[in-house]
């Protein structure tokens, strides 16, 4: 089995999940782009992540005073749910709870996919808190970073700078993230390697940007 179908502690495979698996596979979709496998099925599970409703509590288009009260729910929801709990209780729409239903919904699928904490140079530079969920799909011959917010694919790391992988795993709680508090605390933990890693994936987007302009 490859390893990236083994489930996690928030991405295992219950009835609800391969439920919904299902209704992925028979979506339809008008004017989707003629996709080769694996990625037509990322792209279908991508668009079915955006019709699952959010959360009873979630204020859309919120007053000033509601917005507090969105964040208090965000802060009480996000990392702390499996996939199972997501689909039952509705999403809040982060791009940790997409994250999440993409890679269950994929596996249960039967495509290999890994959960792909980034975290910005913003963050990595103590300029603002900003991180991101990708999933990694694996093709026959290739893998892809996929966006299941914006339903994108990129080849290689930087491709989404200024955006840093900081690590891949079954989910959020298989890399050890299980709250706010944990992301700092492995931000600054790691801090050294990542700001190495950052320089490194600088240097290859420059080096590229470079070669491209000499063509």
């Not at 969105?70 to 997501?86: C, D, F, G, P, Y």
């Not at 209780?89 to 982060?94: D, H, I, N, S, V």
């Not at 249960?108 to 799909?137: C, I, K, S």
């Not at 931000?187 to 470079?210: A, D, P």
Request: charged fraction near 30%; glycine fraction near 6%; proline fraction near 5%.
């Amino acid at each position: 089995m490859h390893p990236y179908l083994v489930e996690g502690e928030q991405t295992k495979i219950t009835p609800l999940v391969l439920s919904h698996a299902d209704r992925v596979r028979r979506m339809l979709l008008d004017n989707a782009p003629n996709l080769s496998e694996p990625w037509s099925t990322a792209y279908r599970t991508c668009a079915y992540i955006k019709t699952l409703p959010k959360m009873v509590e979630y204020i859309e288009n919120p007053t000033k005073e509601q917005e507090e009260l969105n964040r208090e729910l965000k802060r009480r929801v996000t990392r702390s749910r499996t996939a199972h709990q997501i689909l039952e209780e509705g999403r809040y729409p982060t791009c940790s709870h997409t994250g999440i239903l993409f890679r269950t919904l994929m596996i249960a699928q039967g495509v290999p996919t890994a959960f792909v904490e980034t975290f910005h140079e913003d963050y990595l530079l103590g300029r603002d808190f900003h991180g991101h969920v990708f999933g990694r799909v694996f093709g026959k011959d290739r893998s892809a970073l996929v966006d299941p917010e914006e339903i994108s694919y990129h080849k290689q790391e930087s491709d989404i700078f200024p955006r840093i992988i900081f690590r891949e795993g079954l989910d959020s709680w298989d890399i050890g993230i299980y709250s706010y508090d944990d992301m700092h605390r492995l931000r600054e933990e790691n801090l050294k390697t990542l700001l190495e890693r950052y320089e490194t994936v600088l240097g290859q987007k420059i080096e590229r940007s470079r070669q491209f302009r000499e063509k």
